[in-house]
């Protein structure tokens, strides 16, 4: 079976490293990250399936691992070497189409009784990541036992699945894992009060997080929305953005929004309800900082890493900064998974032209830099195709 | 609109003669390359070009008749110009022009400064003058250089006054300033050499007196020595730049003064009459070109007035305006009978 | 004597043009026999004693004015205004205009026993002058007798307790000054008349007025109408301006006014080539541009524009009347008229001008994409009288680098302005209508305005007002060597080079186009027949 692994290679951390310090995805060539022709993993179960990937997304967290930029603290939650992927649409082999929810709870692990978090149905939150009869390994794609998406077979429990309607494209499908993402993000925050979100980063999740507002968020009137590319902000102005700025300018478009002022360290006296923060850079924590309006909330969905941020606003203020991660039943929705609403919103919201690019395994170095400037080369999502046939190598849309 | 150049289309496209491309060889397509080619400008490292459309401006003040020359006639300068003089110019004008010199011995009672008044048909003509001139004149001579053509820039300027002593002075009218100036370099022993037609001749025959020459030497109380100088619009005439080796002869005339009661004007007219029977004389015997000056016969050497210009080329005798067309005949006449 | 105006027609011995770029200059070639250069006339002569012409001029006013000693008399109320930092550009060398008149004019109010005198810096809706711009403007003397005491005012457009409203005009357009002059016994104005445009009773009326009078003549149909505003008998913005001034008369209040004029004498001697004719540079000169270049080129932005702010003028006064406003004015317009007018035959397809590093509300600032706009189409352009030199339908190339860059201390609304208003459209009604008035009602840009040096939140719209003749007249408009984002911003086509500019103007125009080039600065007016 041919998949893309990540070993782990000291040497080629390091290389990676050095390499994506000068062009984000150069760890991609030099990285830990190689083609190789591997086993297919063993079913861990008997309930367990083997699933053939049609198309696999890129996500920013696997960009991280490729250019060995992730956080040390992964280590003890991930499993080597392992095959990366889980923005993963694919056939099962009762002939089923599915897209994988990579959340790796006590119900996949064969844990039972389950943690206190996945017996409420929130196996984001799952207490066990390191138990059970499968290696360590936060969501398929990062554990050694169950494969991943970048590869022509991995084995996933039935809990995981999710069918595909017939009617929807497996371009469309793959985007599932991300909108839910971003869609979670987006319903996880509370009212802003003053009917003004801000959504800092406009690649696939905060685009998510934007078509969300504006499908599922009746309480927000206005969204400014930060997009550095063109491409991104022609999809938020499509999304239904009030106001679409670059980056360094939405402090002023806040300010302008909300009648406050500006004041000379680059505060606001005034500010938004809800922050939606899909960078996860220091900048934009800082930015979200600034024109988070006292008592606001800020929300993390991109994945933010080690950050030096100056927190003095958070205490003075009573700014809320909380993290959203994965997917799950959504209480404000009548406890409906994130999933089936993602499906939805696809579907909604025509999402299904945010992947901009498909490449063949065979041309991972490629896929990966692509993926990697994505926004540059005006592109939002960039996934592997995996389907045989005449239909695969360097598809672009 | 129409007032603006270029909203009418230029008559011709291309700025070369295509005709004489075909025939003229060579040189007619590197002529052609130039003229479409501008040529670069070194603006701003080097001077501006001037556009054709704006007339230049009167010379700037510290140039033309304003230029000072006395550091020419300080001691560096005039070992200088010494050692160009043996070295250079008379060696060059030996070669080039191969003077024959007459009438010195008019000169030799003479031990003071003069003016030499002279024809004037080619550059040739001063450094010629300069390199025949005996002593106690030979080093200690300024020329009169027409302020406008030898003073317009700076190096011009700096150049002329050192390698041929010029001082600047007004073609036509001569300015207080420069007679002034003139005048204190008479009385410190310097000679001049002048030309009284103001400069060159444009077709070959020479052109009316200015009253400039005797005025000065009136002024002065010093002598005008009448000088001839026949030939060198053969070397090199006006409006070329390559001389060819010619046989010239420079003649000497009697010193002239003013006596009592003579006014310049009537030394000019002196003057003039001298220049002329030297001329004659220069062509043919002495004898004869005294009786004719006697007679006031010299044939003058403005040329036929009042005729077309073809009828003065052509009275000018072989080797007219460019000088080239033929050799002189052998035994030929040299200077036109009128 | 001084060379009148020229108009030179390029041709191919035509040396290349020196064409400003902001902080820095260009030599430009300009196509041969289809080009020409406008240049200004030479600086006029300076009078020979300023201060005995003030002081002429005050004691012979013009008009039905008496004499300003008559005018003074110990317990009235004095109030003098005086033109704030957008004049004269680059502001002059020391002693100011301004300063001379202003202390004629107190000498005066000494000997009468004026005891309530009030200075008031008379900005409109400009930025507030430093104190460094303010004793630059008006002297040590003057500045350190009043500024102490609270004397030396700036006019303040939002101060809801000090503005008077004097009526409605018969056009329906509301009169509403200054309160401390609308209730002096006597406003005596000092003016500084660089070009055209300043003065007259635009000096009261504008100068000391609030954003609720201001906007009557401050808007796109008034800049339309005028044609060009540096032509006051053909200009909407003038004669709003002299409605509203004879109103102010009208109710009682006796405005003295003192006009100055200069020579257009704007560079000092190190840098006389930059009024020079190319062709008339001497060694000097040329030495003087290599050096300035190749110093430039290797110096930051930043640091190049604090140089040239600090280039003060060596402007003379050519001129100085007092009296009554209107014929006061008549004799100043005269007199700008004669420094400044350059007869032109006809207009051109294509016109090229060179932005200099400075507008009338840059300085000592940076000069923002708005303000290129506003200085290139809006003062340049309608440098004319008679027609614009360039064409219906023609095509504006502006040469400048329009960095995305602002001062935010100064132009704090226009970077808003920047980022959100010119985002959506560049369409001037559109603007207007959709986005003024919640500029001019922002709390913080008011906030700014009255109290740090930011300029009223509405005035980067008037930037943009001020060239909207220029974008209907236009068929197109091309920046030379700026940065493109931004000239995609303000709605124009980027070019890298000038012959680059002249191509592209040339889908606009057609083929081989005629060419005007402004010499600009110094300042001249274009006389076009």
């Known amino acids: ?397 | 609109m129409t007032s603006l150049p270029g909203s009418t289309p230029p008559k011709r496209k291309v700025p070369v003669n295509l005709e004489r491309l075909r025939d003229g060889g060579p040189a007619a397509w590197a002529r052609a390359a130039s003229r479409l080619r501008p040529r670069p400008s070194t603006f701003p490292f080097g001077p501006p070009t001037w556009p054709t459309s704006v007339p230049r401006p009167p010379l700037e003040r510290h140039l033309g008749v304003a230029y000072d020359t006395s550091w020419a006639r300080r001691p560096p300068a005039r070992v200088a110009r010494l050692l160009v003089t043996e070295l250079l110019t008379t060696p060059a004008m030996r070669a080039l022009a191969r003077p024959e010199v007459r009438g010195l011995d008019r000169l030799a009672s003479l031990d003071e400064p003069v003016v030499f008044a002279a024809n004037h048909a080619s550059h040739v003509d001063t450094p010629l003058v300069l390199s025949v001139l005996p002593e106690p004149w030979r080093h200690r001579t300024v020329v009169a250089g027409a302020a406008d053509y030898f003073f317009d820039t700076r190096a011009k300027a700096a150049a002329s006054a050192l390698v041929i002593g010029a001082v600047p002075i007004e073609r036509t009218r001569i300015s207080r300033a420069s007679t002034y100036q003139l005048q204190a370099l008479l009385a410190d022993r310097w000679s001049l050499v002048i030309f009284p037609e103001g400069g060159r001749s444009p077709d070959g025959w020479g052109r009316p007196h200015e009253p400039g020459a005797a005025w000065l030497a009136v002024r002065a109380g010093v002598a005008v020595v009448p000088l001839h100088i026949e030939g060198t619009r053969r070397v090199l005439p006006r409006g070329t730049s390559r001389p060819s080796p010619g046989r010239t002869t420079v003649t000497f005339g009697r010193p002239l003064r003013a006596g009592d009661g003579v006014d310049a004007r009537a030394l000019a007219v002196e003057l003039e009459a001298a220049i002329a029977a030297l001329a004659d004389e220069a062509t043919g015997d002495w004898y004869s070109a005294r009786r004719r000056a006697a007679a006031g016969a010299s044939p003058r050497l403005t040329g036929p007035d009042a005729v077309g210009a073809w009828r003065r080329s052509w009275a000018l005798g072989p080797g007219g305006r460019s000088g080239r067309a033929s050799a002189p005949a052998p035994g030929g006449r040299r200077w036109p009978k009128l | 004597m001084p060379r009148p105006g020229f108009v030179l027609d390029v041709d191919r011995s035509t040396p290349p043009i020196l064409t400003w770029h902001g902080e820095g200059f260009r030599l430009e070639r300009l196509p041969a026999d289809r080009s020409r250069v406008i240049y200004a006339p030479e600086p006029l002569a300076g009078l020979d004693d300023p201060d005995a012409a003030i002081w002429e001029a005050l004691h012979q006013p013009r008009g039905d004015s008496p004499p300003l000693p008559d005018l003074l008399r110990a317990g009235m109320r004095l109030t003098i205004a005086f033109d704030d930092v957008s004049l004269p550009l680059p502001p002059m060398q020391g002693p100011d205009n301004r300063q001379r008149v202003i202390e004629a004019v107190l000498e005066l109010a000494a000997r009468a026993g004026v005891d309530d005198v009030v200075l008031i810096c008379a900005l409109a809706l400009h930025r507030r002058m430093t104190e460094s711009e303010l004793r630059h403007a008006v002297g040590d003397r003057v500045y350190d007798s009043f500024a102490p005491h609270g004397l030396l005012l700036q006019h303040d457009a939002e101060d809801p307790d000090g503005l008077t409203h004097l009526g409605v005009t018969d056009r329906g357009e509301d009169v509403e000054i200054n309160r401390r002059a609308a209730e002096s016994d006597l406003i005596v104005y000092v003016n500084i008349n660089l070009v055209a445009m300043d003065g007259g009773h635009k000096s009261v009326a504008t100068g000391l007025a609030s954003y609720r009078s201001l906007r009557h003549h401050h808007n796109v149909r008034t800049m339309r109408h005028s044609r060009s505003f540096m032509d006051q008998h053909n200009s909407e913005l003038h004669s709003s301006n002299w409605r509203m001034g004879r109103l102010i008369r009208d109710a009682g209040i006796k405005v003295f006014q003192i006009e100055t004029t200069l020579n257009n004498d704007a560079f000092p001697k190190p840098m006389a080539f930059l009024q020079k004719r190319e062709w008339e540079w001497d060694l000097r000169d040329r030495a003087a541009y290599l050096a300035t270049s190749a110093a430039l080129r290797r110096t930051p932005p930043a640091a190049a524009r604090s140089i040239f702010h600090s280039v003060k003028a060596p402007y003379e006064m050519t001129g100085v009347w007092a009296g009554e406003v209107e014929a006061v004015h008549a004799a100043t317009t005269e007199a700008v008229y004669a420094q400044q007018l350059v007869p032109v035959e006809g207009q051109s397809d294509v016109a090229i001008f060179g932005v200099p590093y400075i507008c009338p509300y840059n300085v000592n600032s940076i000069m923002n994409p708005i303000l290129v706009m506003c200085m290139g189409l809006g003062y340049l352009f309608n440098l004319y009288r008679g027609k614009p030199i360039v064409r219906q339908g023609g095509v504006a190339i502006l040469s400048h680098p329009t960095p995305w860059a602002f001062n935010p201390v100064h132009h704090p609304s226009y970077i808003d302005f920047f980022e959100e208003v010119l985002a959506d459209t560049t369409d001037p009604i559109e603007i207007e209508k959709t986005y003024e008035e919640r500029f001019a009602n922002d709390e913080w840009y008011r906030h700014l305005y009255r109290t740090s040096h930011a300029y009223h939140g509405v005035h980067p719209f008037y930037m943009w007002y001020w060239g909207s003749h220029a974008l209907e007249h236009l068929g197109d408009v091309i920046i030379v060597g700026g940065d493109p984002a931004a000239v995609r911003r303000l709605g124009f086509s980027p070019a890298t080079t000038l012959a680059d500019a002249l191509e592209m103007a040339a889908d606009t125009v057609g083929p081989s186009p005629t060419i005007s080039h402004l010499h600009c600065p110094p300042i001249m007016l274009a006389d076009v027949r």
Request: contains cysteine.
């Open chain 1, 1 to 397: 079976m041919r998949a893309l692994q990540v070993e782990r290679s000291v040497t080629r951390f390091a290389a990676a490293r050095a390499a994506s310090g000068w062009r984000p995805g150069a760890g991609g060539k030099v990285g830990p990250l190689r083609l190789a022709e591997i086993d297919p993993p063993e079913l861990p179960g008997p309930e367990w399936l083997r699933l053939r990937p049609r198309l696999a997304g890129i996500c920013g967290s696997d960009l991280a691992t490729v250019d060995a930029r992730s956080s040390q603290w992964f280590e003890p939650i991930v499993t080597f070497p392992f095959v990366p992927g889980h923005e993963v649409v694919a056939d099962t082999d009762d002939g089923r189409r599915v897209v994988v929810e990579p959340v790796l709870g006590c119900a996949v692990r064969g844990i039972d009784p389950p943690c206190p978090a996945c017996a409420a149905g929130q196996a984001r939150r799952c207490h066990r990541l390191t138990a059970g009869h499968l290696a360590p390994g936060l969501q398929t794609g990062f554990c050694a036992d169950v494969g991943g998406g970048w590869s022509t077979g991995l084995v996933a429990h039935p809990a995981q699945l999710h069918e595909v309607p017939d009617a929807m494209a497996d371009e469309a499908a793959v985007l599932v894992e991300p909108v839910a993402c971003g869609l979670h993000g987006a319903l996880a925050g509370p009212a802003p009060g003053d009917g003004l979100a801000v959504v800092i980063g406009a690649g696939t999740i905060g685009l998510a997080a934007l078509a969300a507002i504006t499908r599922f968020r009746p309480d927000i009137e206005r969204t400014i929305v930060v997009a550095k590319h063109p491409v991104q902000r022609d999809h938020a102005r499509r999304l239904g953005a009030t106001t679409v700025v670059g980056a360094g300018e939405v402090r002023r478009a806040v300010r302008r929004t909300t009648g406050g002022w500006l004041l000379d360290n680059g505060q606001l006296t005034a500010g938004a309800g809800l922050v939606l923060d899909c960078v996860g850079s220091p900048a934009s924590i800082a930015d979200a900082l600034a024109v988070a309006r006292p008592g606001g909330t800020i929300t993390l969905l991109g994945m933010p890493g080690h950050t030096t941020v100056d927190l003095t606003p958070l205490w003075q203020r009573e700014i809320a900064l909380a993290g959203a991660y994965a997917y799950g039943p959504e209480p404000s929705q009548q406890g409906r998974h994130s999933f089936d609403l993602a499906i939805e919103l696809i579907d909604a919201a025509g999402l299904g032209s945010l992947l901009s690019a498909t490449y063949t395994l065979e041309r991972h170095a490629e896929a990966i830099a692509h993926a990697a400037e994505a926004g540059r080369r005006g592109a939002v999502k960039v996934a592997f195709d995996l389907r045989p046939g005449p239909r695969g190598p360097g598809r672009r849309r």
